[in-house]
Each structure stands twice: as structure tokens, then as C-alpha cells.
């Protein structure tokens, strides 16, 4: 009996041992499986991953036998198109112009002022035509000033060809920029229009306008961003920083209307456009937003931005200065005196002390040199401007200032600029 019941266990250990590696067995076939499944999965995705990279979901799926018209892309996701072309009405890309001019049209308005002109012999009436931009229901308009300078009568006129008068009720020549208010419209509804940040524009970046070139109202055109922070002298002969560049063709009439993105909010005001003959060219150019949501509360206001200045005489370093005076730099703006008592002469300032004369002006040398404020470098007239366009005075910078060789940074209370203050830059 021993002898059966041993054996007995071997066979059923020797079973049970059997069954216990085929199950381990097929564990491990399994688990071979899966793993190889997944690397070429991993591999699969990381080959769909380069495809998309180098050639976008259109590429992908062409891949794929997928015949794709247009892909729109969004902030919530991809929307494709596909098939017989004949069966769309419109492409994508038309339908996102479409749903843009609709939401923003009738935001847009048609400005004409008048103006007297001196011609040889007797003063005419000129008109001068431009676009702007509802601020608000209150009736505020933002445009060009050069739209409405000098202007003796404002004519707005709207989508539905309602117009009404208006008065100027702030101007910013140095940015180019007016608001305007039309008067008497009663309960006629307006359509203010809608800003974005400008502070993240990408050259490339899809763009379009609305405006009224030529007369020809709220015409809509399209185009790209072509370059960013461009210093653009205006009409008026100033140097207007950070301005948008775009190849969107805009003429005579656009000026004062919004530059839009894709979601047509308001990234810029179209100002001026850039020609070697008179003709467009393919250089537009726009105030940006982000500078004119500054400046247009001072303008409701005020009717005019206050901003911060430096009470000195100066003038912009020259290689021809610099080595007469014998300057141990080579750019930046020289400080040939400042105001007796005033702020930049309580900081410590100091200007020339020794007199000659540069081209018709009198200057005095062996003063401080500005070469930079608030961490910007300081290399020309220009920067000096940029650097303290949105300050006022009584506020409190850094200005870098290289004295004899050596640099130092002194904190500065600005006073009030003016155009006499200005008037003190010598060029």
C-alpha cells in the first residue's frame, strides 16, 4: 500500500509540476506579447509623431489614403476636411475670413474731416479720409491723429450709412493716434469692437484688416505678420517704436482701422504703409494694441498722454563727437547741461563744462553720457523715447550713465515732458 500511495503522489505532483510551467509557460508568452506589442505601438507612435513634425496632419494623412482639402486649426482642436471638393461651399480658411468681417464690420467706421489749405492765392476746403474703431456705447472712436489733424468738421459715417458728427477729444502725435466723439446719436446701437494683447505676435501669423481704401467702405483684406517691432517714422516726421509689419496690402483710406487676428479681436491700428513711388508696396505698418490700450484711458481723460522726461539738454553721440571730445564710448546720448536745481541735477547728473560749437548749436562736453534707463540700453535719441513712453513724471528710474570711463546708476525723479523739454534735444 506505501508503494501505490508514493507513487500515487509522484503522479500527481509530477502533473500538477507539468501544469504549473505551462501555465507559467503561457504567462510568459504572453507577457513576450504584450511586450513586443508594445514597442511597435511605441515605435508606430514615435514614426506617426516625426511624420506629424515634419509634415503636419496633412501629411499624416495623405499617409493614410485620407484625400484632405483643408485643415482649421483652433484652440479646441483640428478640424479637417475631406472628399470631393465639389461637395464644400467654402474652404476653411474662407470660412474663418467670413466669420471675422461678420463679428467685426460693423465696428469699423468711415471718417471724413475737413480742413482749410493755402494754395497760391486763396485758402480751400480739403477733405481727408480714414477708418476707425468703436471704443465703447458711449460714442468714443479711436483712429489716426493724421486722420483728424487740423480738422475743422467730422463726418462718421456706419455699416448702415447712418452718419453723425464728431469732436476730437484727445490726440497723441507722437503715436499717432486720436479718439474721436461722435455727438446727438441717440439710441443708435453701436458695435464696440474687441482688443487683444500684441505682446505675443508671431511673425507669419495670419492677419487682416478692415477699412475703407479709397472710399470704398469696410473693404476687407488679408495678409501676414511680416515683422515685429519696427521703429517707422510717420508723416509727421516721428519715430513711432514697436510697430507691427505686415505684407496685408493697405492703402490710402486704411489708416485708423484695426489690423485682426484670426479671432477678430483688435492686435493693431493700421497707420502707414511704406513705398519707394507712391504705390502699395507690400509694407504696411500698425500701432500695436498693447501701446494703444495705454494711451487711449489718458486720451478719454486727459486729452492728451502725460509722459515722464529728463530735464537736461542733450544730444545723440556721433562718431565725429566722440572723437573730438575724446568720449570713452561710442553711443549713447551726451548730457551737455541740465536744469539748475531740477530733478536730474538732484540726482547727481552732471553736464559739460566745456563750451564749443556742433553745427549751429552751442554744447558744452565732458558731461555724462545716458547709456541706459531701467536696464535698456540707451544708444540713440530714439531709445530715449521708447524707454519713457509709459512713464510720467514724478515717477522714479535707473539711469546708467558712463562718467568718465566708469559706469553709475542713479535713480532719477522725471518731470513733466514738454514740447519745451523737447525742444532741448539738439541733433
Known amino acids: 500500500m506505501k508503494i501505490t500511495k508514493t507513487k500515487g503522489f509522484k503522479i500527481v505532483f509530477i502533473v500538477l509540476t507539468i501544469i504549473v510551467f505551462i501555465i507559467i509557460g503561457i504567462g510568459l508568452t504572453k507577457w513576450t506579447d504584450t511586450i513586443e506589442k508594445k514597442q511597435e505601438a511605441t515605435t508606430l507612435i514615435r514614426t506617426l509623431q516625426g511624420i506629424l513634425t515634419t509634415s503636419g496632419e496633412d501629411g499624416l494623412l495623405k499617409l493614410a489614403g485620407v484625400d484632405v482639402n483643408d485643415i482649421y486649426y483652433s484652440e479646441e482642436g483640428v478640424t479637417i476636411f475631406y472628399g470631393d471638393n465639389e461637395k464644400w461651399f467654402y474652404s476653411a480658411e474662407e470660412l474663418q475670413n467670413m466669420s471675422v468681417y461678420e463679428k467685426c464690420n460693423q465696428g469699423v467706421v468711415h471718417i471724413t474731416s475737413s480742413y482749410e489749405a493755402t494754395q497760391t492765392d486763396s485758402i480751400a476746403m480739403m477733405n481727408n479720409t480714414g477708418s476707425g474703431i468703436v471704443l465703447d456705447d458711449s460714442g468714443f472712436i479711436l483712429t489716426n491723429f493724421h486722420v483728424v489733424d487740423q480738422a475743422l468738421n467730422i463726418q462718421v459715417s456706419f455699416f448702415d450709412e447712418e452718419e453723425f458728427k464728431a469732436e476730437v477729444i484727445g490726440k497723441d502725435e507722437e503715436n499717432d493716434l486720436a479718439i474721436i466723439k461722435i455727438e446727438d446719436f441717440g439710441d443708435y446701437k453701436l458695435y464696440p469692437m474687441e482688443f487683444s494683447t500684441s505682446e505675443n505676435l508671431k ?124 568720449i570713452p564710448v561710442d553711443k549713447g546720448i551726451l548730457i551737455s547741461q541740465v536744469v539748475p536745481s ?66 553709475k546708476i542713479l535713480k532719477l525723479e522725471l518731470v513733466k515732458r514738454t514740447s519745451d523739454n523737447l525742444s532741448w534735444l539738439i541733433r
Open 342 to 407: 531740477g530733478k536730474a541735477s538732484k540726482a547727481g547728473l552732471k553736464g559739460g563744462t566745456r563750451q564749443v560749437h556742433y553745427g549751429n548749436n552751442v554744447i558744452y562736453i565732458g558731461g555724462d553720457v545716458i547709456v541706459g534707463l531701467n536696464g535698456e540700453a540707451i544708444n540713440e535719441f530714439d531709445d530715449l523715447y521708447y524707454a519713457l513712453s509709459n512713464t510720467k513724471a514724478g515717477n522714479i528710474v535707473e539711469v546708467t550713465i558712463n562718467r568718465n570711463g566708469n559706469e
Open 203 to 326: 511673425v507669419g501669423q495670419k492677419v487682416l484688416a478692415i477699412g475703407n481704401p479709397f472710399g470704398y467702405d469696410r473693404t476687407m483684406v488679408n495678409g501676414m505678420i511680416s515683422g515685429i517691432s519696427r521703429p517707422v517714422r510717420n508723416s509727421q516726421g516721428k519715430v513711432i517704436m514697436g510697430m507691427i509689419q505686415t505684407d496685408a496690402p493697405l492703402n490710402p483710406g486704411n489708416s485708423g482701422g484695426p489690423l485682426l487676428n484670426t479671432q477678430g479681436k483688435v492686435i493693431g491700428i493700421n497707420t502707414s504703409t511704406y513705398s519707394s513711388n507712391g504705390e502699395y508696396q507690400g509694407l504696411g505698418f500698425a500701432v500695436p494694441s498693447s501701446l494703444v490700450l495705454e494711451v487711449v484711458p489718458d486720451l478719454i481723460k486727459n486729452g492728451k498722454v502725460e509722459r515722464g522726461w529728463i530735464d537736461i539738454v542733450c544730444v545723440q553721440l556721433s562718431p565725429q563727437l566722440v572723437e573730438f571730445a575724446s
